[in-house]
């Protein structure tokens, strides 16, 4: 009886070997669910018979959209699928965003996600297949409300922590390797970077101006002051950088006002206050990509609003909802060099991604 067992264990384990070495897993994939859906799944942003400017091209949820190829691709693709399309929730047992609040995209393609409940950096890495969780912000001190991130020299990347009040400098591992502005930042948000000038842009909210410091961490420059005037802000929370010119998401004063990279207001201006799709009453997040559009986050009214470089309202894409291309209590907007526009669906634990099809 025992030599019987020990021949039925020796046979299981001679089993167990002979599948491993026969189905060899690949690298992992990241995968955003929608971006190779069939003709009959796609969602267009405006729909038909407009013509298609955008195309939902799915979300990032966490290590779900890591697909390890031969190992149950099938079945792994639709999960995916599933819970994109909201007809399933995450494994609770898995790596998942909870709060994501902002976001950017570096030279290699990562993606960074700053997630305020996880008090963490999500770094969705495609080259090497694999989700980072980053949580350190400097030493042994973890991030405790981070929200802005954005690429910085040397492969490092910078992330501001609105309670912690600096912004942490990591190295690509993820290791604290510095801070900027601990002393001078009351409550740091939204953060870009002119790598040509090798200047940081830092939103200060509570300051109620931009603080700009070179890549040494030395302050240079403060751009605003609180008010209602061309050049003030109240209470400036998003920031992006294109082509020598700065956008600021004047949140409370309902607007986006742009300036050039010497710090002078321009003349033209993004939203009104209103109560139409297309006005902004609390804006948040703030976007250009590379054909001059510039989307600004409607926080309130939980859509995504596209603009063009002068200001003239072009399409809305969202609205209040759980389901496909919807937002509950969006933040932060970024875009990458192929012109997928990401959106931080906070409330609903999502990254959004829309894919640019071209066009005006």
């Keep these: 009886m025992k030599s019987a067992v020990r021949s039925v264990g020796a046979a299981v384990i001679v089993a167990l070997a002979l599948a491993g070495c026969a189905a060899p897993r690949g690298p992992a994939v990241l995968h955003f ?28 949820i966490g290590e779900v959209n890591f697909r390890v190829a031969g190992a149950e691709t099938q079945g792994a693709a639709e999960r995916l699928w599933r819970l994109v399309v909201g007809l399933d929730a995450p494994d609770a047992q898995q790596t998942v965003l909870q709060r994501p609040v902002a976001g950017a995209t570096d030279e290699t393609g990562r993606i960074y996600v700053t997630d305020a409940s996880r008090q963490a950096v999500f770094v969705f890495d495609e080259k090497a297949g694999e989700l980072l969780v980053w949580d350190k912000a400097h030493g042994l001190t973890g991030f405790v409300s981070p929200v802005g991130v954005v690429a910085g020299p ?58 700009v410091f070179d890549d040494q961490g030395r302050l240079v420059q403060l751009i605003g002051r609180r008010g209602e005037g061309n050049g003030e802000f109240n209470y400036p929370t998003h920031i992006a950088f294109s082509r020598g010119e700065l ?114």
């Design 33 to 60: 669910g929608m971006e190779d859906a069939p003709e009959g799944r796609r969602i267009l942003f405006p729909q038909p018979p407009e013509v298609p400017r955008f195309m939902y091209a799915g979300q990032l």
């Design 154 to 211: 040397g492969g490092e990347i910078y992330v501001a922590d609105a309670e912690l009040g600096f912004v942490a400098r990591l190295d690509r591992a993820g290791n604290p390797v510095g801070e900027i502005g601990r002393g001078l930042l009351r409550r740091p948000a939204g953060l870009a970077r002119d790598a040509e000038q090798k200047l940081l842009y830092v939103a200060d909210t509570y300051a109620h101006d931009v603080k």
């Design 247 to 360: 956008f600021v998401t004047d949140t409370m004063n309902s607007r986006v006002q742009v300036f050039n990279a010497g710090g002078e207001v321009l003349e033209r201006k993004f939203g009104a206050r209103g109560l139409y799709v297309g006005n902004l009453v609390r804006p948040k997040g703030v976007a250009v990509d590379n054909e001059n559009h510039v989307y600004v986050i409607e926080s309130y009214y939980d859509h995504l609003l596209v603009f063009n470089r002068n200001g003239e309202y072009l399409l809305p894409i969202g609205g209040t909802g759980q389901g496909t291309g919807r937002f509950f209590l969006p933040a932060g907007v970024w875009v990458d060099a192929r012109n997928r526009v990401f959106v931080a669906n906070m409330f609903n634990g999502r990254v959004m991604v829309f894919q640019f099809l071209g066009g005006g």
